[in-house]
């Protein structure tokens, strides 16, 4: 199909999906003449998943790129693929001092090792959790260590749901876009999720005081 | 204290101080002459909550102002000053079609029925998992609404815990700033203890393959 109905067919404007082939976020259609090109229905699902993982997801331009990058790197085994796939996910940069990345670090540890977890303390997701939680005891909130336990074991049972829901699935393909796509898309889900959760233990906590 | 100080004290530039003052997610210190102003301990400390919301929570200026307005607001219950911090977090706009909302609200009416929650179509928490769910959707990964449940049942236990940290909190300030710290950065906890799990989960399952 030429751009035009590319267009049509993802709801994704023509301009935008120029942006995305500049980005490196969509790879270039097949040239059939100077000034054009043809698209097939591949590009269709990736201009999809872009848009979901750009709008709803949250991810930056360059963070998207390395997860459809991650996505297309198919070599390895699942493991290594899905490894590589979260390894793009999350772990902000920020200045924290050794003092208190040890202490975060033995947190984690300590968590770790009742949940039977394995880590790399260089491991993007681990140098998020070591910024939140400097983040918290900067605020005075340090106290919130004390539930990394039962945070760890509520993110035990998301991951075996996450597992779950790669079940049936039978191409590498599939596993790891539904991988992607259940992770970013999932930590939104999570987070509304949490806040209606949050919204009705509130209202029955509060609505008896007054 | 001065300007400089309240930069020492805080660990935030003085240019990055004066750019939260305009934007209106710090308090005008006390004027003492027409180019000085005086700032206490309050300044400090919501500096480095402003830093935080931005800088680990990920927020933007306009939300983290949201937030940090409805902070200042302490009208109302409890349950009110929290269900106002949530309000402004998270719920990202969408073009989402009619027929496509009426198909994930029925959904998460059927898991808030199961859960025993109740919620307003028009919160930000159901617009952002209406937003996700249709995403989900339209890159043909609907099936995942399946486990809407089992997810759901991973928030009631979260929000517990939640709750739980705000045990023995005893003024509404501290109430207030626990919960939004640990609804935003807790977000980000989340997301990085799900990482963890997922490839510890993943090295179990996968690596027996091969």
Redesign the interface.
């Known amino acids: 199909m030429r751009m035009a109905e590319l267009s049509a067919e993802s709801g994704v404007p023509v301009a935008t999906i120029k942006y995305y082939l500049r980005e490196g976020l969509l790879s270039a259609g097949e040239r059939t003449s100077p000034n054009q090109a043809r698209y097939d229905e591949h590009h269709v699902?990736r201009l999809?998943?872009v848009r979901?993982l750009l709008?709803?997801g949250?991810l930056s331009i360059a963070s998207a790129r390395k997860v459809v990058d991650a996505i297309d790197e198919q070599t390895g085994?699942?493991?290594h693929i899905?490894?590589l796939a979260?390894h793009n996910?999350?772990g902000?940069a920020?200045h924290v001092d050794e003092e208190s990345r040890r202490w975060a670090l033995d947190a984690i540890s300590a968590t770790?090792q009742k949940?039977?977890?394995?880590?790399g303390t260089d491991?993007?997701?681990?140098v998020?959790?070591v910024?939140?939680?400097c983040?918290?005891r900067?605020?005075d909130?340090s106290?919130?260590v004390e539930?990394l336990d039962?945070?760890?074991?509520?993110?035990?049972?998301?991951?075996?749901?996450?597992?779950?829901?790669l079940d049936g699935l039978t191409t590498i393909d599939d596993v790891v876009?539904?991988s992607v796509?259940?992770?970013v898309?999932?930590?939104?889900?999570?987070?509304?999720?949490?806040?209606?959760?949050?919204?009705?233990?509130?209202?029955r906590?509060?609505?008896n005081?007054?």
Do not use: C
């Open positions: 699902r999809k998943l979901a709008d709803v949250g085994t699942p493991h899905l490894a979260h996910l999350g902000t920020e770790a949940r039977g977890w394995k880590f491991s993007p997701a681990v998020s959790l910024n939140v939680l983040s918290m900067r605020l909130h106290q919130l539930y039962s945070y760890a074991e509520a993110a035990d049972r998301i991951a075996e749901v996450d597992f779950s829901t876009e539904q796509v259940g992770t898309l999932g930590d939104v889900m999570i987070a509304a999720l949490r806040r209606i959760a949050q919204q009705n233990a509130s209202a906590r509060y609505d005081d007054g």
